[in-house]
Every structure is written in structure tokens, then in C-alpha cells.
């Protein structure tokens, strides 16, 4: 009888050896699932930073083209305008008269 109760013994510590291995592996299991899910977490987070980050930079780019288009515009206004004052000026500094196809005075 007491080499059957040490067989039952010695299957009884293999039970709970087998046991608490299952429960370590289902502990590191459980810790590997969370550790994934935290790193999935984290990879959309980087994938939305990204996402803000390039449309941020496309709104950026946008914005610089409008801006470099109304500094065109301005330049074409303000060459415009100076075309209109050194026209301006040249007729100011004509003596009266002067090739206006007046011919003179009109006096006669």
C-alpha cells in the first residue's frame, strides 16, 4: 500500500506542478495579450499624430501657395500703379499744351 499512496503522492505534485505552470503560462499569456493591445494602441496613436501632422503640412502648403498667388497679384497691382504715376508725372512735367494734339495755344 505505500508504494501506491507515494504513486498517488507523487501524481498529486505532478497535478500541481502542471497546474501552476498552466496558470504562469495563462498569467504570461494574459500579459503578452495586454502588451499587444497597448502596443496597437500606441501604433494608431502614431497614426493619427502622422495623419494631423501631414494635413497640417498640406494646409501649410496651401496656405503658402494662396499667399505666393496675392503676392503676385499685389506685384502686378503695384507695377500697375507705378506705370500709372510715371505716367502721370511725364504729362505733369510737359510744358502745356505739348503733344496733347492741340497744336498751340489755339489762339488766333
Known sequence: VGEAEEGLLA????REEALRSAELARDEAGRARDEAFRSQAA?????????????????????????AAEA?????????????????LEEARRPPGAGRGGGGSGEG
Open 11 to 14: 501524481a498529486s505534485e505532478e
Open 72 to 88: 503676385q497679384s499685389l506685384k502686378g497691382i503695384v507695377s500697375r500703379l507705378q506705370e500709372e504715376r510715371d505716367s502721370a
Open 43 to 67: 501604433t494608431s496613436t502614431a497614426r493619427a499624430e502622422r495623419d494631423r501632422a501631414v494635413a497640417q503640412a498640406q494646409g501649410a502648403s496651401a496656405a503658402r501657395e494662396r499667399a
